[in-house]
C-alpha cells in the first residue's frame, strides 16, 4: 500500500495519518478551552466571597462593641489639625488667646475685638451670613424674635440687653454688649443650649464676619455718644428724630 504525503515547508514531511491525527487533537483543544475559561471564572467567583455588602465598616452611628463608650463614630483625637487649618493663629481658629486651656472659662481668655481687618466687605459679608443662618432665631435685628421663636423655639436671648448666658451659668453677669468677640465666635463655633454649632456650615472667617456685624447691630440700636459725634449732620439729625418719635 502506497503512502500519501502532504507538501510541507521545505524539508519536512509528514505522513497523512499523523496529520489527520493532529487536526483531531486540536480540535479537542480547542472545545476545551471554554469549559476552562468557566471553570476559571467560577473558581474566582468562589473566591470573592468576602461579601462586599457585608464589609467589616461601620454604618454611620452604628453601635460597636471594640471601644468602651460603645461608639463607632469615634472624635477627633486631640491636637489633630486638618488640611488648610494652620493657616490661620490660634486666635482666629479659637477665639481664644494662644496658649489658654480651651475648656477653661473665663472673660479674659477670649479674644476681646475681632482679630480680623473690619471693613465693609467683611461687615457686608457678615451680614449676608447673618440673614442666612441667624436671623431665623435671633431676627435681623438681634432681638431674638425670629420666625422659629414665633412658632414655639426656645427664644435666644437678645444682643441688646440681656446677660450672657454662659456667663450667666458661672455666676458672671455680664451683658452681651460687654462680652468678648471671642466668646460670641465661641458661641457660633460649637454652640450653646439651643443653638447647635456651626463650625461645619461656616466657614472660620465667615463666623468672625457674623460677630464683627452682630457688634454693628448693637451700635444701631444704642449708639454711643462718640458713635453719633461720628456721624454727618444728616445721620445724627436722623437718629435724634427717631429717638423722640420712640418717646
Known amino acids: ?15 497523512a495519518s499523523n496529520r489527520t491525527s493532529g ?7 480547542r472545545r476545551r478551552i471554554p469549559f476552562a475559561c468557566v471553570a476559571a471564572a467560577l473558581a474566582l467567583l468562589a473566591g470573592c466571597r468576602q461579601q462586599m455588602a457585608q464589609q467589616p465598616a461601620y454604618r ?5 462593641e471594640f471601644f468602651p ?7 477627633i483625637e486631640p491636637g489633630t489639625v486638618a488640611r488648610g487649618q494652620l493657616a490661620d493663629g490660634v486666635e482666629v481658629r479659637t477665639g481664644r488667646r494662644a496658649g489658654t486651656d480651651p475648656e477653661a472659662f473665663a472673660r479674659d481668655l477670649f479674644v476681646a475685638k ?3 481687618a473690619v471693613t465693609a466687605d467683611l461687615l457686608e459679608r457678615g451680614r449676608e451670613r447673618f440673614t442666612i443662618f441667624c436671623s431665623v432665631c435671633h431676627d435681623r435685628l438681634g432681638t431674638g424674635d425670629g420666625r422659629v ?12 440687653g440681656d446677660l450672657s448666658r454662659g456667663f450667666k451659668q458661672r455666676g458672671i453677669d455680664l451683658p452681651l454688649t460687654e462680652a468678648p468677640d471671642g466668646y460670641l465666635y465661641e458661641v457660633v463655633t460649637r ?18 464676619a457674623i460677630v464683627a456685624y452682630v457688634r454693628a ?15 454727618p449732620e444728616e445721620g445724627r439729625k436722623a437718629l435724634k428724630e427717631a429717638r423722640e418719635n420712640a418717646k
Open 149 to 160: 421663636v414665633q412658632r414655639g423655639f426656645t427664644r435666644p436671648p437678645s444682643y441688646h
Open 69 to 75: 463608650d460603645n461608639r463607632s463614630a469615634r472624635p
Open 60 to 64: 454611620p452611628l452604628e453601635a460597636s
Open 114 to 116: 475681632v482679630p480680623l
Open 23 to 29: 487536526r483531531n487533537l486540536l480540535m479537542n483543544h
Open 191 to 208: 454652640g450653646y443650649g439651643a443653638m447647635p454649632d456651626y463650625a461645619s456650615q461656616i466657614p472660620t472667617h465667615d463666623r468672625w
Open 1 to 15: 500500500m502506497t503512502t500519501a504525503f502532504f507538501v510541507t515547508p521545505p524539508d519536512t514531511w509528514v505522513p
Open 217 to 231: 447691630l448693637q451700635k444701631s440700636q444704642a449708639p454711643g455718644a462718640a458713635d453719633v459725634e461720628r456721624l
